[in-house]
């Protein structure tokens, strides 16, 4: 996972991930709270020929500020990071 962006709620928080060109990857992203975000923008996705994936998805309103985690996996090979929503 190359870098996140966390938002407050109902913001648009940020992953970018850097992997082989072409990989099939895909992202889960456990709120604070432990409830995974389920936005139809968190669907797996493909990395470019540069390797690079972008994801851009809101947080839910309902949020509760705190430090979630976002869990990438690309070909079979899974990292996890730390992605704030703020207050």
């Known amino acids: 996972i190359k870098s996140t962006f ?3 709620p109902g913001g648009i928080a940020q992953v970018v991930v850097q992997t082989v060109p072409g990989a099939s990857c895909a992202i889960e992203h ?3 709270n432990g409830r995974v975000n389920s936005g139809r923008e968190l669907l797996p996705s493909r990395a470019s020929g540069t390797g ?3 994801w851009k998805f809101p947080i839910p309103s309902d949020a509760q500020p705190g430090q979630g985690r976002v869990i990438v996996s ?3 090979v899974s990292a ?5 929503t703020e207050p």
């Open 6 to 8: 966390g938002a407050r």
């Open 30 to 32: 456990v709120l604070p």
């Open 52 to 54: 690079v994936v972008l």
């Open 74 to 76: 690309c070909n079979g």
């Open 80 to 84: 996890a990071s730390i992605i704030l």
